[in-house]
């Protein structure tokens, strides 16, 4: 088992910046990949960010590259999302996702998920 607890949610108005945290416990860190969706209101969950277990490769959603960067810090069970120009579409519940496997731009690809963190950018 796998416990994912995210933080760093708030809300702040359109061109600013927040980083979320996810640390994770329960199992070795190393050998998990990590994933950020979000999911606004009504909204199915989207692909955000992923990183490998070691850091060496990460990928982005369309809408949040050149804005958005993932990393993790092993030694802190921790991963992050950095979330800078910040738009009033990016609002939405933020959730972190780990998987035993490749990561992976589907929700369905992730074994264990935290309890999210509300984002609300304002116009």
């Known amino acids: 088992q796998v416990q994912l607890v995210e933080s760093g949610g708030g809300l702040v108005q359109a061109g600013g910046s927040l980083r979320l945290s996810c640390v994770a416990s329960g199992r070795t860190f190393n050998n998990l990949a990590m994933g950020w969706f979000r999911q606004p209101p009504g909204k199915e969950r989207d692909f955000v960010a992923a990183?490998?277990?070691?850091?060496?490769?990460?990928w982005y959603g369309d809408s949040v590259k050149g804005r958005f960067t993932i990393s993790r810090d092993n030694a802190k069970n921790t991963v992050y999302l950095q979330m800078n120009s910040l738009k009033p579409e990016d609002t939405a519940v933020y959730y972190c996702?780990?998987?035993?496997?490749?990561?992976?731009?589907?929700?369905?690809?992730?074994?264990?998920w935290g309890q999210g963190t509300q984002v609300t950018v304002s116009s």
């Open positions: 990183i490998r277990w070691s850091g060496t490769s990460t």
């Open positions: 996702g780990a998987t035993k496997s490749f990561m992976s731009k589907t929700a369905r690809g992730y074994d264990y």
